[in-house]
């Protein structure tokens, strides 16, 4: 038994710069709070979240564009009204094109 005790204490002597540098890889690049991998996760994540900023803040300039037209010309809420939420005028019909498709309800089986 000390003899393979004292082969292994030979080998981890032997390459002991090699395990220290493998465990310092190990640790830096994936075991810690602040590893490589960690720090490519939350660049990721911050890009994601620009982008979500972006399509935000063109949402807002839209929304803000609209909202001052609605303000200054009061044909723009009838126009809105008509698009959005499909009100019609009292003389006026309004149909609906949809191509949607309809699910089949017919259950049975063909044996």
């Known amino acids: 038994m000390s003899i393979r005790i004292g082969v292994f ?3 981890l002597n032997h390459y002991k710069y090699l395990i220290v540098v493998v ?3 190990l640790v830096v690049g ?3 709070d602040n590893s490589f ?3 490519i996760q939350y660049e990721m994540q911050i890009s994601e979240l620009k982008e979500e900023i972006e399509r935000y803040n063109h949402r807002n300039d839209l929304d803000s564009k609209q909202l ?3 303000k200054h010309d009061p044909k723009a809420i009838e126009k809105i009204a008509r698009e959005r939420y499909f009100m019609k ?4 019909d309004i ?3 949809s191509d949607d498709i309809k699910p089949d309800n017919s259950n ?3 044996e």
């Open 68 to 70: 001052k037209e609605l």
């Open 108 to 110: 049975e089986t063909i």
């Open 30 to 32: 994936v075991i810690d």
């Open 37 to 39: 991998m960690r720090r």
């Open 9 to 11: 204490w030979e080998l």
């Open 23 to 25: 465990l310092g890889v």
């Open 89 to 92: 005028a009292d003389d006026e």
């Open 95 to 97: 149909y609906v094109l």
